[in-house]
């Protein structure tokens, strides 16, 4: 199994991206799919995540009306789009999968997930 993270780069505040996680060995459309991010200095926390099937979507108070966390099932890869960036969504972004549906309470917790990508930095800065 591998997520391959990528799409991160180097923004000015304001300004947008686009990260996607391909996944291989792997459907992520079977379990809850997440972004994470770790600051340097700071605790890896969860972004947003997505159920599979109906595709429930939920995201950390900081980043809501900003991102968006989508699934594209035929391409098997998962997106976050990334909008209004602050300096403070600097981080190294991963992508993670589970193999069950994770309830509320479960989501944002690292350990519930089974696989990670390896991170792509997003650097905003003006």
């Known amino acids: 199994v591998q997520l391959q993270a990528s799409g991160g780069g180097l923004v000015q505040p304001g300004g947008s991206l686009r990260l996607s996680c391909a996944a291989s060995?792997?459907?992520?459309?079977?379990?809850?799919t997440a972004w994470f991010r770790q600051a340097p200095g700071k605790e890896r926390e969860a972004v947003s995540c997505?159920?599979?099937?109906?595709?429930?979507?939920y995201y950390t108070e900081s980043v809501k009306g900003r991102f968006t966390i989508s699934r594209d099932n035929a391409r098997n890869t998962a997106y976050l789009q990334m909008n209004s960036l602050k300096p403070e969504d600097t981080a190294v972004y991963y992508c993670?999968?589970?193999?069950?549906?994770?309830?509320?309470?479960?989501?944002?917790?690292?350990?519930?997930?089974?696989?990670w990508g390896q991170g792509t930095l997003v650097t905003v800065s003006s």
């Open positions: 993670a999968a589970s193999r069950r549906s994770l309830i509320l309470s479960t989501q944002y917790n690292p350990t519930n997930y089974d696989y």
């Open positions: 060995g792997f459907t992520l459309n079977s379990g809850s």
């Open positions: 997505i159920r599979p099937y109906i595709g429930t979507k």
